[in-house]
T-cell receptor, first 111, second 120 residues
Framework: AQSVTQPDIHITVSEGASLELRCNYS??????LFWYVQSPGQGLQLLLK??????LVQGIKGFEAEFKRSQSSFNLRKPSVHWSDAAEYFC?????????FGAGTTVTVRA | GAVVSQHPSWVICKSGTSVKIECRSL??????MFWYRQFPKQSLMLMAT?????????EQGVEKDKFLINHASLTLSTLTVTSAHPEDSSFYIC????????????????FGPGTRLTVL
């Protein structure tokens, strides 16, 4: 069965600084990988997804993620965070029909 | 982008009563809908998958007699928590996929804002 680990429960970053959120997965075959963001009162929003091809994936809101098969990782990055990026971020792996989510990383942005 | 709505956004009920949560896809037809449960500071756990016009498929450990799911149309799915108890208190999230049950690179899974259920 697939699983997802997000090692960082909470990250605090200064506005304008870079951000990297870690995600490691366990899955036997080539995974479908996703990053979602959850803001209070709003549904999870898809930031980006990887199915195949180029291992560097560009998403919305200036986010990107890199799939590294050798490290079983799919880390999310943003070069310069904005205060509006404060939210909960979830990494997920898809298998057939089911999405399995990590526990999430809370991002706090300080002025 | 596509929108998925849930109603109500929060509900408080007495132990032993039943609560119905609605999930609607507002601007697309959702062949497949999903129901998740999220505990505070934890991940989303898939409860069940439903396809329009057929019975829902429940994940292991989820009581199908307690969590009744009805996917009556391509835009509406309902989750009824029957005889609710305090341990059923949680955040319930529905999700809808634009294409079929299986992932494809061209479709997207959209999530509703969630319903906070508190059982007294």
């Amino acid at each position: 069965a697939q699983s997802v680990t997000q090692p960082d429960i909470h990250i605090t970053v200064s506005e304008g600084a870079s951000l990297e959120l870690r995600c490691n997965y366990s899955y036997g075959a080539t995974p479908y990988l996703f990053w979602y963001v959850q803001s209070p009162g709003q549904g999870l929003q898809l930031l980006l997804k990887y199915f195949s091809g180029d291992t560097l994936v560009q998403g919305i809101k200036g986010f990107e993620a890199e799939f590294k098969r050798s490290q079983s990782s799919f880390n999310l990055r943003k070069p310069s965070v904005h205060w509006s990026d404060a939210a909960e971020y979830f990494c997920a792996v898809g298998n057939d029909y089911k999405l399995s989510f990590g526990a999430g990383t809370t991002v706090t942005v300080r002025a | 982008g596509a929108v998925v709505s849930q109603h109500p956004s929060w509900v408080i009920c007495k132990s032993g009563t039943s609560v119905k949560i609605e999930c609607r896809s507002l601007d697309f037809q959702a062949t497949t809908m999903f129901w998740y449960r999220q505990f505070p500071k934890q991940s989303l756990m898939l409860m069940a998958t439903s396809n329009e016009g057929s019975k829902a498929t429940y994940e292991q450990g989820v009581e199908k007699d307690k969590f009744l799911i009805n996917h009556a149309s391509l835009t509406l799915s309902t989750l009824t928590v029957t005889s609710a108890h305090p341990e059923d208190s949680s955040f319930y999230i529905c999700s809808a996929r634009t294409s079929g049950r299986t992932f494809s690179s061209t479709d997207t899974q959209y999530f509703g804002p969630g319903t906070r259920l508190t059982v007294l």
